[in-house]
């Protein structure tokens, strides 16, 4: 029988990849430390944004944040300055 796994997880995307949380609510450095775990080749010392539309809001490490399915980030190393 299967069960529904949609409630436990949330997939979303850091630099056009896909990361799994165990839980919608979240933070910045735990964001990071997800991405880093399932390969996704940044480093937990990169500047985090949560994408929004042309926009990009900076993600702190320490900021809680609440995630949904698909919600996109970007993480850049701290010399980028694009």
Known sequence: MHKPQ???TV????N????VLSDHKTTGLGIKE???AQGVAINVNFALFR???QTQHPVA???KLTVHDRQE???VAPD???
């Open 16 to 19: 056009n990849r896909d990361v």
């Open 11 to 14: 997939t979303i995307l850091v």
């Open 34 to 36: 997800a991405a880093v």
């Open 51 to 53: 994408v929004a539309g």
């Open 61 to 63: 490490d320490g900021d």
């Open 73 to 75: 980030f970007r993480a």
């Open 80 to 82: 980028d300055n694009s």
């Open 6 to 8: 949609h409630d436990a």
